[in-house]
């Protein structure tokens, strides 16, 4: 059922409540089939997705399967062993020998390259003599998550519906034409895997099966050889470094000795009239008036420590499964299953931004480019809920977690694998779970987290000789925890898994589910303090840093003892490292006190967090991204990592350290508003906790930029016309970072209250949302009127206390556990 109002009609604005008709805000929408991947429109079940380009003559639906990996487990492993030269790289470091350090570290310290995610397959429809119609459009509608094309041909209209089903872990496909025996086509499965093959199985299913390859590099072999990495990859380089013959950057069967990934696809076409024929090629169906078609997938994949070509699951088994209690179902029944399933997630929160406008009724990709004129505040709002919904689609409980493309990608050799990259990618992927009342979707990440602390306990201990578990900067489905093959900085970051424990505390605060904590969150999130506590080392001075880390992906100039100016990357404490440890450690200690465990581990983690070095600000009023007050390279680099005790952490407030406070504004100031796409979504996040809602409007701005050039070309950062985000290329962590950063410029719950509208631009002045989460399992919604808060509900789901702050104003509320609260514009009780 859908959502009540939870106002009364007095307390919502006029133009509001004419706005009732909110689907219409949920629909992206254009008048042309996608000519480009970027322009294709995706659907996804959380396993399975599929990038819709809608064509007329010729339709095409790319296709992934999210465990579909190069590669298999343990192969990226090397023999690497911090603690037999650590001594030798600390001493550089106190010497201030930065570029020597990490020249070294680069050299012995370093890794693989990471495995590959792969694309599964093709589905292509075939519409004989279908070109130039009549009234086409292409949608996606997020209230349904159903997308659709609809054009008229010679007087007949022609439909095709597509949606992705969780509960029957199906996509499906409807296609109908208005009059009867209209509807003719061709449908056909292919995949640029060269070990795919086709097969016809009865008279209406076809058949794709295949292998993924079992070795996948996206580096060069000139780039593995200038730097003298060829050991690490014997399946190119014989032990002397020279090339195998026939060596090739990626390998299939017995070019890699059988290994790889297997995988499984079905397509079955059910006509209850006309003619469905068929071969190895394709399905045909002719003289139809509806038809459907059910595609069912599946890979080997058995666990990220089984090998998927020797110890696989049954992918053909699971395929044939699903497509067998599917294509049992009529479509409507698949239909209604898909639409309560989507529904129970999708609409536990709305978001308006404003009236509609004329310009807010074009199509999406036209709306984006003028959106810069301030005319259409809902596509903000839209954008917002494409969030949500690719966090539906994406990612659900037992499946794996978004990686850089969420699930769709078309590459055989993806940028940077399009793997899990944990420096503030994959992170940025869940800031919306908990604040979008999404926690069920934050379930895949949580236990990534958990896998990982089994591979990153064996390189703590095996690599580093220490306590608990590490991740670096990079993993995959195979959940790598040693550093990739890069330089020092950015690859050898022993942070990633800090990092992404503090996740498991951030759910904790959001659900209040004990029984997650004590079970799952504690222990490992005590594993990962382990590990921290073990890398400190003292900074000379009696204050701990950490041993060898960079600052994400930036250098700094630094002079040395000759007096001259050079350029490193690597150095003892960076700000970021510290920030991650006092968030990681100060979740333990609260969360050992309140399952009342450890007492001597939490007394070591409170000795420890008092010595830690502090935040610093530098010479130009900024936090200082390192110990020493230094310039970095790139003053407007994309990463502003320092910042991280701003956000998402809360240890820099506005109220709670005013100095600091300032210092993390200066530094975004220097930093500045341009980046990547993922950047400006952070710098969203970031202008919102500085409650300055106009700054952080313009990173929205900057945010939906068109990333299309005039010569037709997407490389610029911004947006995609189908709401991507572009790094460039096409990231998905823009998203998502940016629509967690259009919730907090309306709601935050990091600094111990709720606040309200705490950034709220001048381009917002009415509004109503619904359903946003707060820390303290809180559930509000609440309405503004000419930039002023107008009306609030509060639910309480775990009966906490709960403190309420709009501007100036502070109310302390005692609440009940299921009970809601409702307020006036004043803050005071009106039930």
């Not at 996608?34 to 396993?47: S, T, V």
């Not at 296709?63 to 192969?75: A, H, I, K, V």
């Not at 130009?620 to 407007?636: A, F, K, S, Y």
């Not at 299309?708 to 985000?725: D, I, S, W």
Request: hydrophobic share 40%; net charge positive.
């Amino acid at each position: 059922m859908r959502r009540r109002s939870f106002l009364r009609t007095a307390t919502l604005a006029p133009a509001l409540a004419r706005a009732a008709g909110a689907d219409s805000r949920l629909r992206l929408w254009y008048r042309e089939p996608a000519a480009d991947w970027n322009e294709a429109l995706p659907i996804g079940n959380g396993r399975l997705g599929a990038m819709i380009f809608g064509g007329i003559g010729r339709d095409h639906l790319q296709l992934n399967d999210n465990t579909l990996y190069s590669d298999e487990p343990g192969r990226r492993d090397l023999p690497l062993d911090v603690s037999r030269d650590f001594e030798r790289v600390i001493g550089m470091l106190r010497d201030r020998q930065y570029q020597e350090a990490g020249q070294y570290i680069t050299k012995y310290w370093g890794g693989r390259a990471q495995p590959c995610y792969q694309p599964l397959g093709d589905l292509h429809l075939d519409f004989e003599g279908h070109s130039a119609p009549a009234e086409y459009t292409r949608e996606l509608d997020l209230a349904s998550a159903i997308s659709a094309v609809s054009y008229n041909h010679k007087g007949v209209t022609f439909t095709r519906e597509y949606f992705a089903s969780f509960p029957d872990q199906v996509i499906v496909l409807r296609l109908s034409a208005s009059k009867p025996g209209a509807l003719n086509f061709r449908a056909a499965l292919s995949s640029v895997h060269p070990m795919a093959r086709t097969r016809l199985e009865g008279r209406d299913t076809l058949v794709l099966t295949g292998q993924a390859p079992g070795f996948a590099l996206r580096r060069t072999f000139e780039w593995v050889e200038q730097r003298g990495e060829q050991w690490k990859y014997p399946e190119i380089w014989d032990k002397n470094g020279k090339r195998r013959p026939k060596a090739r950057t990626v390998q299939y069967g017995d070019e890699i000795g059988g290994l790889g990934m297997f995988f499984d696809a079905r397509l079955r076409a059910i006509a209850a009239s006309g003619m469905i024929t068929a071969d190895a090629s394709g399905l045909q169906i002719r003289g139809a008036r509806e038809a459907l078609l059910v595609l069912s997938a599946a890979t080997s994949y058995n666990g990220f420590k089984k090998s998927p070509s020797r110890e696989g699951a049954g992918a053909a088994a699971r395929s044939l499964a699903h497509l067998a209690s599917a294509s049992a179902r009529s479509f409507t029944a698949l239909r209604d299953a898909h639409l309560a399933d989507y529904r129970r997630l999708f609409e536990r929160v709305s978001l308006s931004l404003g009236e509609t406008t004329g310009q807010s009724r074009l199509p999406t990709d036209e709306r984006i480019a003028s959106f810069s004129n301030d005319r259409d505040p809902d596509l903000a709002a839209l954008y917002f809920q494409f969030g949500r919904y690719l966090m539906i689609a994406g990612s659900r409980p037992g499946g794996q977690p978004l990686n850089l493309q969420g699930i769709w990608n078309p590459h055989v050799i993806p940028p940077w694998a399009s793997a899990y990259t944990t420096n503030i990618n994959t992170q940025m992927n869940y800031w919306l779970a908990g604040i979008g009342n999404l926690p069920e979707c934050h379930e895949p990440l949580l236990r990534m987290v958990r896998e990982l602390s089994v591979t990153g306990g064996g390189v703590a201990r095996n690599m580093y000789k220490r306590r608990g578990w590490v991740e670096h900067h990079n993993t995959t489905i195979w959940r790598d925890a040693q550093p990739v093959d890069n330089d020092a900085r950015p690859a050898f970051w022993p942070m990633g898994g800090a990092w992404l424990a503090t996740h498991l505390w951030q759910h904790y605060l959001f659900t209040l589910d004990r029984g997650f904590l004590d079970r799952h969150g504690y222990p490992l999130m005590k594993g990962a303090a382990e590990f921290c506590a073990d890398w400190l080392v003292d900074d000379g001075r009696g204050r701990l840093v950490t041993a060898a880390s960079n600052s994400p992906e930036i250098d700094f100039r630094y002079v040395d003892e000759s007096g001259g100016t050079r350029t490193a990357g690597v150095s003892m404490g960076p700000t970021m490292d510290l920030a991650i440890i006092r968030d990681l450690f100060a979740a333990c200690i609260r969360a050992s006190e309140l399952l009342d465990r450890d007492p001597e581990f939490r007394a070591e983690l409170k000795d420890k967090l008092a010595r830690l070095l502090p935040y610093r600000i530098g010479s130009r009023g900024n936090l200082q991204e390192w110990p020493e007050d230094v310039i970095e390279t790139d003053v407007h680099h994309r990463h502003i990592s320092h910042l991280f005790a701003l956000h998402p952490s809360n240890q820099i407030t506005r109220r709670g350290t005013p100095e600091l406070f300032e210092a993390a504004r200066r530094t975004l100031e220097l930093r500045g508003d341009e980046g990547t796409g993922w950047s400006r979504a952070w710098k969203i996040n970031f202008w919102a906790r500085m409650e300055d809602g106009n700054h952080a409007y313009k990173l929205v701005r900057n945010l939906l930029q068109p990333a299309k050039t005039a010569e037709l070309r997407y490389t610029r950062g911004g947006v995609m016309p189908n709401l991507f985000c572009s790094h460039p290329p096409f990231q998905i962590d823009g998203n998502f970072g940016g629509a967690a950063g259009i919730a907090e410029m309306l709601l935050q719950s990091h600094a111990g209250e709720i606040n309200l509208l705490p950034a709220l631009p001048d381009a917002w002045p009415s509004g109503e949302l619904r359903g946003l989460c707060a820390r303290g399992g809180f559930e509000l919604s609440l309405a503004w009127e000419r930039g002023r808060l107008s009306a609030l509900e509060i639910l309480s789901k775990a009966g906490q206390p709960c403190v309420l702050r709009y501007h100036d104003r502070v109310v302390r509320l005692s609440t009940q556990a299921g009970k809601s609260y409702r307020f006036a514009a004043s803050l005071e009780r009106i039930a």
